[in-house]
């Protein structure tokens, strides 16, 4: 509230002047509580990516997110009930991701793990680390996330195959696994790839590269088959033009 509005304000008496402050101040106040709310969240999600949840501390979080600790326990109780927050937070972010893979056969169209988490973690970056904690670590959290991934990846292949998009497998659960394993890859060893390769593979530009690779294989194959002349077998010998050779000339 400016000074203008205050001096413009309506002759209503001094109650009426006073309600409407307070009224100013509170929605300032609550505004300000869910920023630090917010930004409690956000410092506990990059530290427990970063050092694990037993390796972070509740001072450790407030110094991130640059509040007390006393204001850390007064958004979220205990950093027992903040880790709770953020899973289920987690929990959110995948299902609606899963929707989308869900979705993708009915619409004619396909989508992979990593395309969608590309997709959301350009507008919530920080899950991307948090993900990869819980996946890596192994614990309920960890397991039930794989399992819900497992489960719709596998539930969208069966309807792609059902539309004849993709062949019958011999081994459909290792299948699935393989696939979204290779998926995860992406989040997992995001640093490593991104070091060989030059790319960052969950950004748009890079996801398109990977993703055109990653096509070629699953569509055209690695291995050569025996009965297929390779690339050496098809071209010309050095110096050999295409005429008859100086034997079949003489």
């Known amino acids: 509230m400016t000074v203008c509005q205050v001096v413009s304000w309506p002759a209503r008496g001094p109650l009426d002047l006073a309600v409407h402050l307070f009224n100013n101040l509170n929605v300032s106040s609550v505004r300000a509580d869910q920023t630090a709310a917010a930004a409690i969240r956000i410092a506990a999600l990059e530290l427990f990516a970063e050092r694990g ?11 991130a997110a640059g509040v007390s600790p006393a204001l850390v326990i ?19 972010f995948v299902e609606s991701m899963l929707a989308d ?22 507008r919530e970056p920080a899950m991307a680390g948090y993900v990869r904690r819980l996946l890596v670590d192994g614990g309920p959290a960890g397991m039930a996330l ?38 995860l890859a992406l989040l997992l060893l995001h640093q490593p790839i991104t070091q060989v ?3 960052d593979p969950l950004a748009r530009d890079g996801l398109a590269r990977w993703a055109a690779a990653a096509f070629d294989i699953y569509a055209n194959g690695l291995f050569i088959s025996a009965a297929s002349p390779g690339p050496a077998e098809d071209m010309p010998a050095k110096g050999d033009r295409g005429g008859a050779t100086s034997d079949e000339r003489h």
């Open 197 to 199: 390769t030059g790319i």
């Open 53 to 63: 949840y037993s390796g972070v501390t509740i001072r450790q979080i407030a110094a």
């Open 101 to 122: 893979l869900a979705r993708a056969p009915d619409e004619g169209g396909s989508a992979s793990v990593a395309e969608l988490f590309a997709d959301r973690l350009e």
């Open 74 to 92: 007064h958004h979220y109780r205990s950093k027992e009930k903040l880790r709770a927050v953020l899973e289920e937070r987690v929990a959110a």
């Open 146 to 183: 794989y399992r819900r991934l497992f489960e719709v990846t596998q539930a969208s292949l069966g309807a792609m195959e059902q539309a004849g998009v993709v062949r019958p497998a011999q081994d459909e659960p290792v299948r699935s696994a393989f696939l979204l394993s290779n998926d």
